[in-house]
């Protein structure tokens, strides 16, 4: 910050609010890391797009603060709007907007569930043990099946993105569900009773696809639904304790403006 305010720290108070709960497996901390470099990239007129918004972001929570995690939740924030993002060695990050058809984002939007389980968790520990598993070292030798799991996740990502391109939900469902499954191998802790009571209850109402948000152990579960099921799959989701409600899709990243 100092290199765009002449060395000097500027005396400003900062007030941040977020509407997530901590530990929600949403990435608010990044979106909040996200909208506070913005903010300051407009307070300071400093010359930063996109890319080096989520950039520093990253930086800020993964090496100056050691958080672990991926970069997945900065530049999801910072873009806003549909990707397929690539995260490539040395750093190199390649996001590429699908253009995917209104029918569709709006069959999409009407299709998805979001809920909260109640409980709130910190996602260290299960990124840590992901980490140690994919992770050889002269004293360690790398889990095959964490290993397995993270190729079926990637290669699930891609066809991902192909199934929504086509505008095909039924399949996305199905994708989730595999991804779900391929999560779970990756570390312990990512699903708990309380999860999988959701899970079980929304299927019993009409989902035909979910898993947890972020790393697991709490925080969010996102549901696929047909539309015609989603207000019964919310209201048995509310009545046994959690929160839920559709969602709204956006088309915008970060924003910052002047007053």
């Known amino acids: 910050m100092t290199q765009f305010s002449g060395g000097q720290l500027p005396a400003i108070r900062v007030t941040s609010y977020v509407d997530a709960p901590p530990g929600s497996g949403l990435g608010s901390s990044s979106a909040l890391v996200v909208a506070l470099v913005e903010a300051f990239a407009a307070y ?139 999560k779970q191998r990756t570390a312990s802790g990512i699903s708990t009773g309380r999860i999988e009571e959701l899970y079980d209850l929304a299927f019993a109402h009409g989902a035909i696809g979910g898993k947890v948000s972020g790393a697991g152990g709490g925080g969010f579960m996102m549901f696929f639904v047909p539309p015609a099921q989603r207000i019964a799959v919310v209201r048995a989701l509310n009545a046994a304790g959690g929160t839920a409600s559709g969602v709204h899709l956006t088309s915008q990243g970060a924003e910052s403006w002047m007053v």
């Open 44 to 182: 300071l007129s400093a010359p930063l797009g996109p890319y080096d918004v989520a950039h520093i972001a990253f930086e800020i929570e993964r090496v100056d603060r050691g958080l672990a995690g991926g970069k997945q939740d900065q530049y999801a924030a910072t873009f806003g709007g549909t990707n397929f993002i690539e995260f490539h060695a040395n750093d190199r990050v390649i996001v590429n907007p699908l253009r995917v058809a209104p029918a569709v984002l709006n069959e999409l939007q009407t299709s998805l569930v979001v809920c909260f389980t109640g409980i709130s968790r910190r996602s260290e520990a299960i990124i840590v043990e992901q980490q140690r598993g994919m992770t050889a070292t002269a004293a360690h030798r790398a889990d095959a099946a964490v290993i397995d799991s993270l190729h079926q996740l990637k290669r699930d990502a891609i066809e991902m993105k192909e199934a929504l391109l086509r505008g095909e939900t039924p399949r996305m469902a199905a994708i989730l569900n595999r991804s779900w499954a391929a």
